[in-house]
């Protein structure tokens, strides 16, 4: 199992970005998959999960209506698209494989790298 994001750079406050990740060595479909974050000195915390289909997606609170989670089963690759950023959304972003399922979004059991992202004027 290999989970690889991309995307991540610094950026100033209200800006984008769209964040990547792409998923082999397993059947990418058949997993509820997570975006996961860490900032310096917090701990993990999920961002945003969606289904295997990519019909359900799910927010923490301090990104609704900024962040758009989705998934193209085809390429095996989960997207994170973040609009409006603020400083506090920098952090250390990286996607999980869920383990089981979306009620489950504390247990994931394959993770990534992660990618950084910086909001800074």
């Known amino acids: 199992v290999q989970l690889v994001e991309s995307g991540g750079d610094m950026v100033q406050p209200g800006g984008s970005l769209r964040l990547s990740c792409a998923a082999s060595g397993f059947t990418f479909s058949n997993y509820d998959m997570l975006w996961v974050r860490q900032a310096p000195g917090k701990g993990p915390e999920w961002v945003s999960a969606?289904?295997?289909?990519?019909?359900?997606?799910y927010y923490a609170d301090f990104v609704k209506g900024r962040f758009t989670i989705s998934r193209d089963n085809a390429k095996n690759t989960l997207y994170l698209q973040m609009n409006s950023l603020n400083p506090e959304d920098t952090a250390l972003y990286y996607c999980?494989?869920?383990?089981?399922?979306?009620?489950?979004?504390?247990?994931?059991?394959?993770w990534g790298r992660g990618t950084q992202v910086t909001v800074s004027s």
């Open positions: 969606i289904n295997t289909g990519g019909g359900s997606m």
């Open positions: 999980a494989r869920l383990r089981y399922g979306l009620a489950y979004r504390d247990e994931y059991d394959y």
